[in-house]
């Protein structure tokens, strides 16, 4: 018998060992005698033999083989000897239990993969049906994460991703599948529950573990979790359908404040529904012309006259009717029709305050409303002035109006960029302030002239309610900063006299005017002069 090099470095037996040996030396045990005997007639037979089989190496490692066995005559067709060329597979076999590993598990946070979960929910909704037992899908989207992983990095977001990922499997029972769907979403199905309520202590568990800070390097970061929860059999029958219920119960989660979670509903389908469509509908309501701009006057309180406007969008779809702002704002936000809408918003504020102006109603400004996506556009600043210059209205009798929540989430980066506006003589004001992150310390800071309080606040006026205390106080630090004040949603006298008691400086709402078209605000206002 002769060897090579190749059967040295695979076996780890030299020609002097095995010289003079069987090749018994090397089985492994995994192939038994029948194995051998049908090797050897089908050599007899047809001088060849295929196939894959273990061996045992010197140091007792056991290793795939292929190998391939030929018998070599001579041309009388005498046997002279028998050639074997074996592969090790080793190395093809690991290869493969990682491509098999991939194709089922998330390769970040060694979780299952989507393909991995759905399969798994069939074979569990087959359990389920036949056991008649109750099945959860929790659906999980992280708050914020986004923020994390455009501020700090991919690499921070994948390692607050790893232990979000660990924090969840400590959280459940063994028995529970989760799964990384993909982003910042994960999912996971809770078998042979007793009640559908069950399903909510482990939301509420999950809720609580991830509200605890993730260390990454210099960084303390929190990232809290919407769960939308669907179950089999109320919320549907097929795998799907449970998901797709428990993703639509996720977004009213998120909706509803984020961390914390909703089961899903019919009406919530409804709901869903109805987004759709606005959604379809919103993206030719430009071109159809059915988005229109209407106008609510801004009074001095002491005096009760007009002083500014703001201007508000509103949408008539033929299908759909009257959609409201609330409504479809939103969703505007999310599929990127905010962008456009926005320019018209500016355009068409600009072109009616040079009306009002006109028609001799003297107003100071106009407030416009602009989302904190519109001020990722590169050339945002530059756009609003040369509309602005179009219609001849000047930066300093326009007002933008901003988010609380856009200040806060968007830190340095986004106050640089309202700095900008004002050094341009663009007024700014803060919208909805004290519904947000409601935090006065960071007042002083922010690059703002006017504070509008919400109507939130305003409406429980009457019943003294301790919000009353903090419109007092938010219009005491206002004044002391020099910021302008406006409450919004005034409907009463008692709200009206118990504002201008405590020094507002400016009102807002149904009690003075509802929204009005600029032809209504002409003729209302034309012969009012401050």
């Known amino acids: 018998m002769s060897i090579n090099s190749a059967f040295t470095n695979i076996y780890g037996y030299t020609l002097t060992e095995v010289k003079g040996k069987s090749l018994k030396f090397l089985h492994s045990g995994v192939q038994d005698t029948s194995f051998y005997k049908d090797l050897w007639n089908q050599l007899i037979e047809h001088g060849i033999w295929k196939g894959k089989f273990v061996n045992k190496t010197k140091n007792g490692e056991l290793i795939p083989l292929w190998s391939t066995i030929k018998k070599i005559t001579n041309s009388k067709g005498d046997v002279l000897n028998y ?101 910042d979403e994960f999912v996971i199905i809770l078998e042979n529950l007793t009640l559908a309520s069950d399903a909510a202590i482990v939301a509420q568990n999950i809720i609580k573990n991830l509200e605890e800070p993730i260390h990454v390097n210099e960084h303390s970061l929190i990232t809290t979790a919407s769960i939308g929860i669907a179950v089999y059999p109320q919320n549907g029958e097929d795998s799907q359908t449970l998901i797709k219920h428990a993703d639509s119960a996720m977004y009213l989660a998120k909706e509803s404040g984020k961390n914390n979670f909703r089961y899903y509903t019919q009406e919530l389908s409804r709901n869903i529904q109805h987004r759709l469509d606005i959604d379809m509908a919103l993206r030719n309501a430009l071109q159809n012309n059915e988005l229109f701009m209407v106008f609510q006057p801004q009074y001095r309180l002491k005096t009760k006259t007009i002083h500014s406007v703001e201007a508000l969008v509103r949408w008539k779809n033929p299908k759909l009717g009257n959609v409201a702002p609330d409504k479809f704002i939103p969703v505007a936000e999310e599929n990127g029709t905010i962008i456009p809408l926005g320019y018209f918003v500016f355009e068409e504020s600009c072109k009616a305050f040079k009306q009002m102006k006109e028609a001799n109603i003297h107003i100071h400004y106009i407030a416009i409303n602009v989302s904190s996506l519109q001020f990722k556009e590169a050339n945002l600043l530059e756009t609003f002035l040369a509309i602005a210059a179009r219609h001849n209205v000047q930066p300093h009798e326009i007002e933008i109006e901003i988010t609380e929540r856009f200040i806060m989430e968007h830190t340095v980066a986004n106050l640089n960029i309202l700095q900008n506006f004002r050094n341009y003589g663009f007024k700014i004001s803060i919208d909805d302030f004290g519904t947000g992150y409601s935090s006065m310390s960071y007042l002083k800071q922010l690059p703002t002239d006017t504070i509008k309080i919400d109507k939130s606040f305003v409406d429980d006026i009457a019943n003294g309610s301790s919000d009353n205390v903090i419109i007092e106080a938010i219009i005491a630090l206002s004044k002391t900063l020099e910021y302008m004040i406006v409450a919004e949603g005034i409907e009463t006298q008692d709200q009206e006299e118990f504002l201008a008691e405590a020094n507002c400086d400016f009102g807002q709402g149904y009690l003075f005017s509802r929204p009005v078209t600029c032809k209504e605000i002409i003729e209302r206002f034309s012969e009012k002069i401050l």
């Open 83 to 183: 050639t074997a060329v074996q592969t090790d597979l080793r190395e093809i076999e690991t290869s493969q239990a990682k491509a098999d590993y991939l194709a089922y598990h998330d390769a970040l946070t060694g979780l299952s993969n989507r393909v991995n979960f759905e399969e798994y929910l069939q074979h569990a909704l087959i359990i389920s049906k036949r056991n008649k037992d109750i099945l959860a899908v929790l659906f999980i989207d992280l708050d914020r994460f986004k923020v994390i992983n455009d501020t700090l990095g991919h690499d921070i977001g994948d390692e607050v991703l790893k232990t979000v990922a660990s924090r969840l499997k400590t959280t459940l029972r063994e028995s529970d599948f989760i799964s990384r769907w993909g982003g």
